[in-house]
């Protein structure tokens, strides 16, 4: 994620929570349940992302910085177009 910061610069800011640190976030966000999640926010709201076949999550650690980048790009995209839900296949 650290690399893909560079990229994504233009349209969106990446930050790490420490589950341990906030309780809060962990409740509202069901946080505790992965070892390692990725939310994206857009105006204030949370964009549900689902990978290929409907499933609720992305295999992200199978993305390089670069396809990370384009993620975040592809979900930036369709969240300023309105969509809440963005579907990546």
Known sequence: MAAAAERVGPV????????DEVQDFNAMYE???????????YGNLCVDVRGPHSRDD?????YGSDDFAGLVRAVHERARAGRRIVVLG
């Open 58 to 62: 992305i295999v992200w650690p199978a």
């Open 31 to 41: 946080l505790h349940v992965r070892p390692c999640t990725v939310i994206f926010f």
């Open 12 to 19: 969106a800011a990446l930050y790490a929570v420490d589950i």
